[in-house]
């Protein structure tokens, strides 16, 4: 059958993320017959400036969150706008796709709405084209493995009972493989629920899939992680070494970081000394929204620091939109970027803000949201971009470990094309 990627239908429905909220499934058909499907994520601790998803507000339906306005829009607006053009022209649909919407933030018809079709007439496209959805997006060169960043202490708003820091995370970037690496960080979550039980502390978990105690500090919970590590039997920094999203924006008030954990209220420079004394520690090599969304004159100040020792990633800071990452990097703030396309809405603003980034020689990290679905288009789009990192949360949970599951599959594919990015995705890792 020649391949026709002219849009026939496009449907949406509400089902359930992984925290239990209702979210939108798509499916987009093209008159080829191809059908393509795919399921949208959804943050708790979310940017300011992030695309605006749509939510009900009926506090009658599942606290307000329901999404059937968004899927009306899908449905009334979307569809037979959609109808009947190339599926396969990404820039065209996605220019549609922001002129029907009209607003700076997609809160006319939600970026939920908008991102959802977006990546199904990726999918779709790729589909029809007998190509797979990281040769669609990144062509013939993709083939770069993503080192995982596995989320194994879950804190902050994903874990309310745990610490401030939202994630600390394993990262093997001494792994030669990404089936390697894998196996490094399932191994060493399994240590890490043995060194927990064996202290007494709960192994119930958060959002992510990482375990949630309380302790009574933070720097305890990369105790923690470093007997962890240890303990299955790896060389902490040079096989395994640590990345943190503190997501600071979550526990900035009144100008002040509140940890609770240790009793400490911070000033921004305060902060970066926190920071800078945990680098001398701990083999920290990726340092994640350590201050507060609004902090552009203390990021500059943290980047000029500590950038050259640790990748610094810019999260709520940058929202995967062009114009603040920009604004990064004429001033200097961060030395990399998260990559969430339900940040900004649409896979072509997705694709350009990393290669912004990339040719500013800064990193970018593939990014999952806190809740998520069986999707796993971010693997895909982690090997486009070559960027060679990802992360999914923890090495547990169906939604997270879908996309490390595709990632091995992706590998397998490639064969000897495929190169594990290892050590070399972090230039900047100077702890090991
Ligand atoms: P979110 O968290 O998905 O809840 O926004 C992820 C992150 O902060 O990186
Ligand atoms: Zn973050």
Not at 92 to 113: C, F, H, M, P, S
Not at 122 to 138: F, I, K, P
Not at 278 to 295: F, M, V
Request: hydrophobic share 40%; net charge negative.
């Amino acid at each position: 059958m020649a391949n026709n990627t002219r849009v026939s239908f496009v449907k949406a429905f509400e089902v359930l993320d992984s925290r239990g909220y209702p979210t939108i499934e798509m499916s987009l058909g093209l008159a080829d017959g191809t059908v393509a499907s795919v399921a949208v994520p959804a943050g708790a601790s979310t940017g300011k400036y992030e695309a605006i998803e749509s939510r009900d507000n009926d506090t009658a339906r599942y606290e307000g969150k329901g999404v059937l306005h968004a899927i009306a829009n899908v449905t009334d607006i979307i569809a037979p706008a959609l109808t009947g053009l190339m599926a396969d022209d990404q820039p065209a649909i996605d220019a549609v796709l922001l002129e029907l919407d009209g607003t700076e933030n997609k809160q006319r018809l939600g970026a939920n709405a908008i991102v959802g079709t977006s990546l199904a007439c990726a999918r779709a496209a790729a589909q029809s084209h007998g190509v797979e959805l990281y040769e669609y997006l990144g062509g013939h060169e993709a083939h770069v493995l993503p080192v995982p960043m596995f989320n194994v202490l879950n804190g902050g708003k994903h874990a309310p009972d745990g610490s401030d820091i939202q994630e600390f995370k394993l990262v093997p970037l001494g792994a030669s493989t990404f089936r390697e690496a894998l196996r490094f960080g399932a191994e060493t979550y399994h240590a890490l629920h043995d060194v927990l039980h064996d202290a007494g502390a709960p192994t119930t978990v958060g959002d992510e899939g990482g375990f949630a105690p309380s302790f009574a500090s933070n720097a305890a919970y990369l105790d923690v992680l470093m007997q962890a590590i240890e303990r299955a039997g790896y060389r902490p920094g040079e096989q395994i070494a640590i990345g943190l999203d503190p997501a600071a924006t979550t526990f900035f008030h009144h100008n002040e970081y509140v940890l609770h954990r240790d009793a400490h209220r911070l000033s921004t420079d305060e902060m970066i000394d926190y920071w800078a004394d945990w680098l001398k520690h701990y083999p920290i090599i990726s340092l994640e929204d350590p201050l507060a969304e609004e902090e552009w004159d203390g990021f500059q100040r943290l980047t000029s620091r500590l950038g050259k020792k640790v990748q610094i990633i810019g999260d709520d800071i940058f929202v995967t939109n062009k114009k603040f990452l920009q604004r990064g990097i004429d001033t200097g703030c961060c030395t990399g970027i998260l990559i969430k396309p339900n940040q900004i809405g649409t896979v072509t603003e997705t694709l350009e803000t990393a290669k912004i980034a990339q040719q500013a020689g800064y990193a970018c990290l593939v990014s999952h949201r806190s809740g998520e679905t069986l999707d796993t288009s971010i693997a895909d789009l982690a090997v486009a971009l070559n960027c060679g990192q990802i992360k999914s949360g923890a090495p547990a949970r169906g939604e997270r470990v879908a996309k490390y599951n595709r990632l091995l599959h992706i590998e397998a594919t490639l064969g000897d094309r495929a190169v594990f990015a290892g050590r070399a995705a972090f230039p900047r890792a100077g702890a090991a």
